[in-house]
């Protein structure tokens, strides 16, 4: 199995992404090549259904798009003029064909298809809750709950069900479900997770990134609002807000790190906000130096922006290889380490005597950072000074990203001057909070009313988190170890 991220132990994941479209001749085929677009956010797994106006078709897999939907055999199987997909990363649970999603399931009222992206944080007591009265799950996924709720609803209508499981559930999640009668997308009332709508011909489009759209050839109209369910069927599009006005608070790392860089988020491109990121980290954090070098390829915007601001030459001084997946188990230590240079080498003959201002996205448990300043050292770098284009990752996400327990968070365990001794850099500094919101066009983070969920950074988590609040402290690693996003 492949992997888009050279160094796959030390980054933040995005779980998932997901793409739906309805009333298109292809359907499947435009599902496999809107999850080639949002492969970066999931690389586990993959999977379509189709509804063919008789009946639901589904072929999931392990590993990437490519080589398991770029077969005519598959697509055929596939019939219909209504699909959608899904592309998967796990946490530290189960990887197995039975949490890859669509999931579906035979309802009362006919076949239910849904597609999620997020994290449910009360999925474990509404688990426990739904076993009691006789639910019998066949998956460990968190979105599995979600059918349950709908099929225990005591709701006449399918819609008005499915209405009744959102509300008994807590976190993060944009959805994407099929039932013969239509298509529903949605977005949690936070709008945490993102999804948009677009258009291809006369077919109707649901994304987690515009980008997906850009490879269909299709038009982005707008994003799901938050809150909001857009309901696609043969009767046209129609919306409703079944959750009230809430201030949302969409996720502040989409901008730094999880969406492609030609993606439009928010309204904003993230391209342009990762370059104001790296111009506003060189205005809180700037130091003489020679030359400005990205970790590719996360690094690279903010690079530029830093390089920009600060008039210090941008240089690729450390080169990736695009055609590494991950790296089998070394036998031994020295052998494990000479494998960090299938992915990323330094240019020795351009950072040889200089001083690097090295430009990454974030630092996680470290371990990427430590090998890079050693490569760069090795290389007879002179000065190394690591930026960071966000603030220190503090806390753990609980609404759809994979990210380590605390205890593994450097920056949970360190202090910044401790963080720079351990990875070996000359100095080490962070965006500031209120930096990464001026980048995104605000005055600064109003800790009142933030606009944005920044919990990674600030612990202050937009919703309730049942399932964590409900644990002893000794069972904290028993969650990790058993917790399957979607």
Request: aromatic share 6%; glycine share 10%.
């Amino acid at each position: 199995m492949l992997t888009t991220h050279p160094f796959d132990d030390d980054k933040l994941r995005e779980e998932c992404g997901i793409f739906g479209i309805w009333g298109a001749d292809t359907a499947s085929a435009m599902v496999a090549l809107g999850l080639h677009a949002l492969q970066h956010r999931g690389q586990e797994a993959a999977g379509i259904t189709s509804w063919d106006g008789r009946a639901f078709h589904t072929h999931r897999a392990m590993g990437h798009v490519a080589g398991n939907f770029d077969r005519d055999d598959v697509i055929r199987g596939l019939p219909g003029h209504v699909a959608c997909g899904h592309v998967r990363y796990s946490t530290t649970g189960e990887t197995a064909l039975r949490n890859v999603q669509p999931l579906f399931a035979e309802l009362s009222s006919g076949g239910f298809a849904i597609a999620h992206n997020g994290n449910i944080s009360n999925a474990m007591k509404l688990k426990r809750d739904l076993v009691r009265l006789g639910s019998i799950f066949q998956s460990t996924s968190d979105t599995e709950t979600i059918i349950h709720l709908v099929a225990m609803s005591k709701y006449r209508t399918l819609l008005d069900r499915f209405i009744d499981a959102l509300k008994q559930v807590e976190g993060a999640y944009a959805l994407v479900c099929m039932t013969p009668e239509g298509m529903i997308a949605c977005r949690d009332p936070l709008g945490i997770r993102p999804l948009v709508l677009g258009r291809v011909g006369d077919a109707y489009v649901f994304a987690s990134e515009t980008v997906a759209l850009d490879v269909i050839g299709g038009t982005f109209i707008r994003q799901v609002e938050p809150g909001e369910l857009v309901i696609v069927s043969e009767n046209g599009l129609r919306s409703i807000r079944p959750f009230g006005d809430v201030r949302a608070r969409p996720c502040i790392f989409e901008h730094v790190y999880f969406s492609r860089p030609d993606s439009i988020v928010d309204g904003s491109s993230v391209y342009s906000v990762r370059k104001r990121i790296g111009a506003q980290l060189a205005i809180e954090n700037g130091v003489e130096a020679d030359l400005v070098v990205p970790v590719p390829d996360s690094g690279t915007p903010a690079a530029i922006g830093y390089a920009q601001q600060s008039g210090i030459p941008f240089e690729l001084g450390i080169i990736r290889s695009h055609y590494v997946g991950r790296t089998f188990i070394q036998p031994s230590d020295q052998v494990r380490h000479l494998g960090v240079k299938l992915k990323h080498n330094a240019n020795r003959a351009l950072i040889e005597g200089q001083r690097i201002v090295l430009i990454d996205d974030s630092i996680v448990r470290g371990t990427t950072s430590v090998k890079i300043l050693q490569m760069l050292r090795d290389a007879g770098a002179r000065e190394v000074h690591l930026r960071i284009a966000s603030p220190p990752t503090r806390h753990s996400c609980f609404y759809g990203v994979d990210t380590p327990e605390r205890a593994k968070l450097l920056a949970a365990q360190m202090n910044v001057a401790e963080m720079a001794t351990y990875i070996g850099a000359d100095s080490l500094s962070f965006l500031s909070i209120d930096g990464l919101y001026k980048a995104l066009g605000e005055a600064g983070r109003d800790d009142r009313a933030p606009n944005f969920c920044d919990a990674c950074f600030t612990g202050d988590y937009p919703t309730h988190l049942t399932d964590q609040e409900e644990l002893e402290p000794s069972d904290q690693l028993a969650l990790h170890g058993e917790r399957v996003v979607a």
